[in-house]
């Protein structure tokens, strides 16, 4: 499940840099949107107990693995990103 959730919201991440939204600001925009659906909207429908339910050390944990993984997909794109500026400007 981890893996699939993740995979699709690197998609709007990806669309972000294609249309030029980078860097830091959209490494935080993406932070939100993945922290907000983990805490907002999968609990409205049922796949998790509402977070007021969870346990702080939890909330802590989730936020964090949240913020990683905003971290390493802006990273991953940054350097997929000039790879391919490379690419280009050889050819």
Known sequence: MHFLYGSVWGVPRALMEQYGFRGTKATAAHFAAVQTTATGVLPALGPAPPPTE????????ETF?????AAATGATLTVLDHRSEQARLAA
């Open 54 to 61: 969870w346990p702080k050390k939890q909330i802590a944990v």
């Open 65 to 69: 693995h949240h913020a990683v993984y």
